[in-house]
């Protein structure tokens, strides 16, 4: 260990390289994923942080709305098709 010491450049942020990652990888732009959940995973959707920029908005009929802004990655796609037919895309 050296007691070295490192400045970041004036306009580097580190945290704004992982800003819009849902998981690890956070290459590519950024987009507002709106998902919709039937009634019976309402309580697991809505009890979790899934992304910072979430929102989830419980339905009239029970469902629920997940609406996040992440990098458009396999990771998130791939995340989206595990819920199979129970998980509709309102607009991505």
Same mark, same amino acid.
């Given at each position: 260990?050296?007691?070295?010491? %490192?400045?970041?450049?004036?306009?580097?942020?580190?945290?704004?390289?992982?800003?819009?990652? /849902?998981?690890? %990888?956070?290459?590519?732009?950024?987009? $507002?994923?709106?998902?919709? /959940?039937?009634?019976?995973?309402?309580?697991?959707?809505?009890? !979790? $942080?899934?992304? !910072?920029?979430?929102?989830?908005?419980?339905?009239?009929?029970?469902?629920? $709305?997940?609406?996040?802004?992440?990098?458009?990655?396999?990771?998130?796609?791939?995340?989206?098709?595990?819920?199979?037919? !129970?998980?509709?895309?309102? !607009?991505?």
């Amino acid at each position: 260990m050296t007691h070295d010491k %490192f400045d970041y450049p004036p306009k580097y942020h580190p945290e704004q390289m992982l800003d819009g990652a /849902f998981g690890i %990888f956070s290459s590519g732009e950024k987009k $507002t994923f709106s998902l919709k /959940f039937p009634p019976e995973l309402c309580d697991y959707i809505c009890s !979790r $942080t899934w992304h !910072r920029s979430q929102k989830c908005t419980v339905n009239k009929d029970g469902s629920v $709305t997940l609406t996040m802004k992440v990098t458009d990655s396999e990771e998130v796609r791939s995340w989206i098709r595990g819920f199979g037919g !129970r998980v509709k895309e309102l !607009r991505s």
